[in-house]
């Protein structure tokens, strides 16, 4: 489903030369286009490779990156970075120990709404946050077998909020539940708590015919809501505190804010992780960031498991 669309966005950037792609299933889809499709991962680096995208089920992604990175090839991963966390500490490891860049595939931070959300708050514009509330749901995927709905699409949100905040977790508290027969999780409720105080809610199902992808943030001069689907950013101003928003009247309901030229973020995403490789430079999302969110998520599988919120040791 997302080797395909990595095959066509880097055949397509600038620096970089798609050599070959893997599939044990084939070209399925046609992404190869010229360039040798293999059956493994051995053939594919018999190729020469500088760099890596690996987009196979969350079970294969350490065997897959270690290999990789004893071969000496920068690597991104798709999310989320391994199946579990001590499966991404060791996939962290072998990136740092090779000296190789290592990245995860969290592609929601480069959507151009988000990218301004961001902005906004690391320049301050809402003030002191209050709260973040986070909605993602949508049909069930077939695709997914090995994990969860907390591990597949709640990680999305759970960095999506401490990279907006630009603050840690230090605790969750969740309920899961199975209600469409599969092994695992298929929806899940999280309530959370920053390391700068901010209390998040997280609401996230494979279950909602109706798909949504909505970051709402609450602070002390109003409250930004961003859509990830229609790429949209709204504000809507605090009538009890005073602003220093330059965007003139604001017409009831909320003003809908500029958020850049409509990129494409897995292409933006892939650019970043280019960039790192090349240049050392970028805004690519690094499997220590990958890790990190993952032991949120199992925090978050603990705490439903068990009835009881967990505290969390967030590195500084």
Wanted: charged share 20%; hydrophobic share 45%; glycine share 10%.
């Amino acid at each position: 489903m997302m080797g395909r669309h990595h095959a066509r966005t880097l055949r397509q950037l600038d620096g970089v030369e798609l050599v070959g792609v893997a599939d044990p299933q084939g070209d399925r889809f046609g992404c190869a286009r010229g360039v040798p499709c293999v059956d493994d991962l051995g053939a594919l680096l018999e190729l020469g490779l500088d760099l890596c995208v690996v987009a196979v089920p969350a079970g294969g992604h350490e065997a897959a990156g270690v290999r990789l990175a004893e071969a000496g090839v920068h690597t991104l991963i798709e999310k989320p970075l391994a199946d579990s966390a001590t499966a991404a500490r060791r996939l962290v490891h072998a990136f740092d120990q090779a000296g190789l860049v290592g990245c995860v595939g969290h592609i929601e931070r480069y959507n151009p709404a988000l990218q301004a959300l961001h902005a906004l708050l690391n320049a301050g514009d809402l003030g002191v946050i209050f709260q973040i509330a986070t909605r993602r749901h949508g049909p069930f995927p077939s695709r997914v077998r090995d994990i969860g709905v907390v591990k597949d699409l709640a990680v999305h949100d759970l960095d999506l909020t401490a990279w907006a905040a630009r603050s840690p977790f230090t605790s969750v508290s969740a309920r899961t539940a199975r209600r469409a027969g599969s092994h695992h999780e298929d929806l899940v409720a999280v309530t959370g708590l920053l390391a700068d105080g901010t209390v998040t809610n997280h609401l996230v199902n494979w279950l909602t015919p109706l798909k949504a992808r909505v970051i709402t943030v609450t602070g002390e001069r109003g409250c930004l809501v961003a859509d990830a689907i229609t790429a949209t950013l709204t504000l809507y101003e605090s009538g009890a505190a005073p602003t220093t928003w330059s965007t003139g009247d604001l017409p009831e309901g909320g003003l809908l804010l500029p958020t850049g030229p409509r990129v494409d973020p897995l292409r933006a995403q892939l650019a970043a992780f280019r960039d790192a490789v090349l240049h050392g430079t970028g805004d690519a999302v690094r499997m220590a960031n990958g890790l990190a969110i993952l032991e949120v998520a199992e925090a978050c599988l603990t705490s439903a498991r068990k009835g009881i919120t967990i505290d969390l040791c967030p590195v500084p």
